[in-house]
């Protein structure tokens, strides 16, 4: 926090939450872990292994550049972080190296204006208890390096 911001206290001048930028509110764990409030109302939740999540403008902020005392650090070492979100029937959940797991006991709409692309550098795999519903309204194309096969008990091709 700015020690203007705060009254009847202010930090020791040589510590780590003096900062030179007016508007900066911040709040720090002793494990270096911090949320923060950038003067243009972005808001970062920031984790010791590098992980964050942000609101609002721009990448991840290195607040060492307003340290007013040039002292700002964060630790290292931290083991690297697991990010879930979670609520009653949805869960995601990025793990370390990007493997993600996101489930619902709900439907999922994805609505997009524009082009859209699913890329896998592996298998893709598309499953369903009930059936499957393509439908274009322009040209479709299907194209495989390796068998392409379609199992059902009946293929309508109208």
Avoid at 72 to 79: F, I, Y
Avoid at 116 to 128: D, F, P, R, W
């Amino acid at each position: 926090m700015c020690s203007s911001d705060l009254q009847g206290f202010r930090h020791p001048s040589g510590g780590m939450l003096v900062f030179t930028q007016q508007n900066r509110k911040i709040y720090r764990h002793p494990s270096g872990a911090y949320i923060t409030v950038a003067p243009d109302g972005s808001i970062e939740s920031w984790h010791p292994s590098g992980a964050y999540v942000r609101v609002g403008t721009g990448e991840h902020e290195d607040l060492s550049q307003y340290a007013a005392n040039g002292n700002w650090t964060v630790p290292a070492g931290a083991p690297p972080a697991q990010i879930t979100i979670a609520t009653a029937g949805f869960t995601a959940v990025v793990q370390p190296g990007g493997d993600t797991t996101i489930t619902s006991q709900g439907n999922a709409s994805l609505s997009w204006q524009g082009d859209v692309q699913i890329e896998s550098g592996g298998n893709l795999t598309l499953k369903a208890s009930g059936g499957i519903n393509l439908q274009s309204g322009g040209d479709t194309t299907a194209n495989s390096g390796g068998t392409f096969s379609v199992t059902a008990p009946a293929i309508d091709m109208t």
